[in-house]
């Protein structure tokens, strides 16, 4: 899968050599107190450059808080011309966009739930045309590279050049420390298919709690990502909309000054030592494909045996055994036993289809 995403900032929001861009505010604005003291708190941390702040909150169930509207943009108004930061906020409907430009907001982005609607991301697109504001997509709540990609594409297309991707978790089913998954596979995908569209990484949202946030910013810088958005709120335990996920702006401050910074290449040694170790991983690689490939057409042998005598494709007392054993030799091996049933399950559903495939043609 390709993309067309052209991407050239006329107006660069920070210098990425220097630090991860940082976006920082509350959850929700709830009130302009609370907007203007939690902001002045935030502009006296140097790593912030850009103030969010919800202001129409799309709720699961009605009667929740759903944010104080367009009431609010003025109240960003001043927090941009008192503090100097630049504001963001999240927007659903073409005439969010239209009372938002009015404000002079410097970011816009869309959220989970509108990324979902290809429809919605089209009529937001129309209503973006030529408008000089910054864009961020956050992934869609199912993990779909091409859904998120295709979002990013409309906006683009509707001549929108300063883009960014938001990073923010996928709504998962199975048991997880985390309010969303984060599926780091996706955004590296995302990044190798697009490696000039900046990435920012949202910890509240994939962490759901305080608590997991440092092991998560640190994880997105780790892997190259080029910046977070936290929600920060002048007293979390009392907000509006989800408060676990909130810190204070003090805390902001230590969680950014703990965070450690990687060079993303070394000195001459390092690269040599570096090159040398990639190339025997090229090797190894090149191995491995061998010896998939040869199970392969054992595999293929096996369905010509099982076709010529009538026999079921699937044997689940074979597979059990399988997986039995082989998780046994690789968990000896120190090799992690999620990973590994993950493994042997593509390499089995695979083999399934190989098999399904000969007998059905040669019926």
């Given at each position: 899968?390709?993309?067309?995403?052209?991407?050239?900032?006329?107006?660069?929001?920070?210098?990425?050599?220097?630090?991860?861009?940082?976006?920082?505010?509350?959850?929700?604005?709830?009130?302009?107190?609370?907007?203007?003291?939690?902001?002045?708190?935030?502009?006296?941390?140097?790593?912030?450059?850009?103030?969010?702040a919800g202001l129409w909150k799309p709720r699961t169930r009605p009667g929740s808080f759903e944010g104080v509207g367009g009431k609010g943009l003025p109240w960003l108004q001043r927090v941009k011309a008192e503090t100097g930061l630049k504001t963001a906020v999240e927007v659903a409907k073409p005439e969010h966009i239209e009372k938002a430009l009015e404000f002079e907001?410097?970011?816009?982005?869309?959220?989970?739930?509108?990324?979902?609607?290809?429809?919605?991301?089209?009529?937001?697109?129309?209503?973006?045309?030529?408008?000089?504001?910054?864009?961020?997509?956050?992934?869609?709540?199912?993990?779909?590279?091409?859904?998120?990609?295709?979002?990013?594409?409309?906006?683009?297309?509707?001549?929108?050049?300063?883009?960014?991707?938001?990073?923010?978790?996928?709504?998962?089913?199975?048991?997880?420390?985390?309010?969303?998954?984060?599926?780091?596979?996706?955004?590296?995908?995302?990044?190798?298919?697009?490696?000039?569209?900046?990435?920012?990484?949202?910890?509240?949202?994939?962490?759901?709690?305080?608590?997991?946030?440092?092991?998560?910013?640190?994880?997105?810088?780790?892997?190259?990502?080029?910046?977070?958005?936290?929600?920060?709120?002048?007293?979390?335990?009392?907000?509006?909309?989800?408060?676990?996920?909130?810190?204070?702006?003090?805390?902001?401050?230590?969680?950014?000054?703990?965070?450690?910074?990687?060079?993303?290449?070394?000195?001459?040694?390092?690269?040599?030592?570096?090159?040398?170790?990639?190339?025997?991983?090229?090797?190894?690689?090149?191995?491995?494909?061998?010896?998939?490939?040869?199970?392969?057409?054992?595999?293929?042998?096996?369905?010509?045996?099982?076709?010529?005598?009538?026999?079921?494709?699937?044997?689940?007392?074979?597979?059990?055994?399988?997986?039995?054993?082989?998780?046994?030799?690789?968990?000896?091996?120190?090799?992690?036993?999620?990973?590994?049933?993950?493994?042997?399950?593509?390499?089995?559903?695979?083999?399934?289809?190989?098999?399904?495939?000969?007998?059905?043609?040669?019926?």
């Open positions: 899968m390709g993309t067309n995403i052209d991407i050239s900032f006329s107006e660069p929001l920070w210098n990425p050599e220097k630090f991860p861009l940082i976006l920082a505010g509350p959850c929700s604005a709830e009130t302009e107190e609370q907007v203007l003291q939690t902001a002045r708190q935030l502009a006296q941390i140097p790593e912030v450059k850009i103030f969010r907001i410097d970011v816009l982005w869309l959220g989970a739930r509108t990324v979902v609607s290809p429809f919605v991301v089209q009529e937001l697109a129309e209503a973006l045309k030529g408008a000089p504001v910054t864009v961020m997509i956050k992934n869609p709540i199912i993990p779909d590279l091409k859904l998120w990609v295709g979002a990013l594409e409309r906006i683009n297309a509707a001549g929108i050049k300063n883009l960014f991707a938001i990073h923010r978790g996928f709504h998962y089913f199975e048991k997880s420390p985390f309010r969303n998954a984060p599926m780091w596979e996706i955004p590296i995908e995302l990044k190798r298919l697009a490696p000039q569209l900046p990435i920012i990484v949202d910890p509240s949202h994939i962490c759901g709690r305080r608590d997991l946030l440092p092991e998560i910013s640190q994880k997105a810088i780790d892997l190259e990502m080029d910046g977070l958005m936290l929600e920060v709120h002048s007293n979390p335990d009392e907000a509006l909309t989800d408060a676990s996920q909130q810190v204070s702006p003090p805390v902001l401050e230590e969680l950014l000054s703990r965070l450690v910074l990687r060079h993303k290449t070394g000195n001459p040694d390092f690269e040599n030592i570096l090159e040398t170790l990639r190339t025997e991983i090229d090797k190894l690689d090149g191995e491995l494909l061998q010896i998939l490939a040869k199970r392969m057409e054992i595999i293929d042998e096996i369905a010509d045996y099982k076709r010529e005598n009538n026999i079921t494709i699937l044997q689940m007392k074979r597979w059990a055994g399988i997986l039995s054993d082989r998780l046994s030799i690789g968990t000896h091996l120190q090799l992690e036993e999620t990973f590994l049933k993950k493994l042997l399950n593509l390499i089995h559903k695979e083999s399934i289809r190989r098999q399904e495939k000969i007998i059905n043609d040669k019926k």
